[in-house]
């Protein structure tokens, strides 16, 4: 890349950082009540890309070779038991994805 384009490059980061930080507070300013629709929004969304990602885990599993799936089944379970425990999706997929790796590269070799 040429000092132009890294220039450009930074530039539409920026705007673009920019922009998602505050279009929110422009569409929505603090006077006015939240649509309906965007608060169901924030309600089914995060459970819908946690349903997205668990399919995406387990679409490539074999349960007849290998490791038979043992090791995304045991994370699943951790985030599983996080979750119910803590009601924190950060800590529930944060620590999962950590059993998981550690399980993959030490346990499940």
């Known amino acids: 890349m040429t000092q132009v384009q890294m220039l450009i490059t930074i530039a539409m980061?920026?705007?673009?950082?920019?922009?998602?930080?505050?279009l929110p507070f422009?569409?929505?300013?603090?006077?006015?009540?939240?649509?309906?629709?965007?608060?169901y929004l924030g309600k089914a969304l995060p459970g819908a890309a946690l349903g997205l990602?668990?399919?995406?885990?387990?679409?490539g599993v074999?349960?007849?070779s290998g490791s038979h799936g043992?090791?995304?089944?045991?994370?699943?379970a951790v985030i599983t038991a996080l979750h119910l425990w803590r009601r924190n999706m950060l800590l529930s997929v944060g620590a999962g994805t950590?059993?998981?790796?550690?399980?993959?590269n030490f346990v499940f070799k």
């Open 62 to 64: 074999d349960i007849l």
């Open 98 to 104: 950590a059993a998981y790796m550690m399980l993959v």
């Open 26 to 39: 422009m569409v929505f300013p603090s006077g006015k009540p939240v649509p309906k629709y965007v608060q």
């Open 53 to 59: 990602l668990v399919i995406y885990c387990f679409k």
């Open 13 to 22: 980061c920026v705007i673009g950082t920019m922009l998602t930080r505050f």
């Open 70 to 76: 043992l090791p995304e089944l045991i994370s699943l």
